[in-house]
């Protein structure tokens, strides 16, 4: 079955460290990947995706991600953290079904930033 | 960028009424557009794919009697929740797709209240 999995239900991380939020997934054929970001009561916000091309994407805010093909991994990650950077963030992947290409997402990873 | 407008932002409604929820892309045209169901602190389930001209295709165990999808126009899907109870109390979330660049863009969101 096609999926994706966020093993960490939270991260901690302190302002200004470097963070990364764990993503894995299994998929047939070539995966087409996604980050987005959710904050209290509102919908998902793009970060990035990873189509073709470069294994490193660089998206919105700062993020980036790395794709991993033998590790089947896209982990997230930043430089240095801020604390509006706090909240939760979801991993997809993009399968098709029904003639449909739909997102299926990770159960979610909470990213708490102290000051 | 793409942008996908959803009303209300909140609801309460008393049981066995029903709610209309609905989702415009302002500045593409959703062929496809895809509803999903958030409870707290959890990830975001697909309920269904709204197709435009065409009946919804549901997901195993979503009662499509009970969540009616209809896709009138290009930019325009509803969701109903029809005879609500308090059980349907949940984050309803659309997503309009735009196949040529794999985006897919999120509405803010529904918090819908049964008491």
């Known amino acids: 079955a096609q999926s994706v999995a966020q093993p960490e239900d939270q991260v901690n991380v302190a302002e200004g460290n470097p963070l990364t939020v764990k993503c894995t997934y299994s998929?047939?054929?070539?995966?087409?990947l996604f980050w987005y970001v959710q904050y209290p009561n509102r919908g998902l916000q793009f970060l990035l995706k990873y189509i073709t091309g470069d294994n490193l994407v660089k998206g919105s805010y700062g993020f980036e991600a790395e794709f991993n093909k033998s590790q089947t991994s896209f982990h997230l990650k930043k430089p240095s953290a801020l604390v509006s950077d706090s909240a939760l963030y979801f991993c997809?992947?993009?399968?098709?079904?029904?003639?449909?290409?739909?997102?299926?997402f990770g159960a979610g990873t909470r990213l708490a930033v102290h000051p | 960028g793409a942008v996908v407008s959803q009303h209300p932002s909140r609801v309460i409604c008393k049981s066995g009424t029903s709610v209309k929820i609905e989702c415009r892309s302002l500045?593409?045209?959703?062929?496809?557009m895809f509803w999903y169901r958030q409870f707290p602190k959890q990830s975001l389930m697909l309920m269904a794919t709204s197709n435009e001209g065409s009946k919804a295709t549901y997901e195993q165990g979503v009662e499509k009697d009970k969540f009616l999808i209809n896709h009138a126009s290009l930019t325009l899907s509803t969701l109903t929740v029809t005879s609500a109870h308090p059980e349907d109390s949940s984050f309803y979330i659309c997503s309009g797709v735009r196949e040529s660049v794999n985006g897919y863009t999120f509405g803010s969101g529904t918090r819908l209240t049964v008491v």
């Open positions: 500045d593409f045209q959703a062929t496809t």
């Open positions: 998929v047939s054929g070539n995966p087409y």
């Open positions: 997809a992947v993009r399968v098709s079904s029904g003639g449909y290409n739909k997102l299926i």
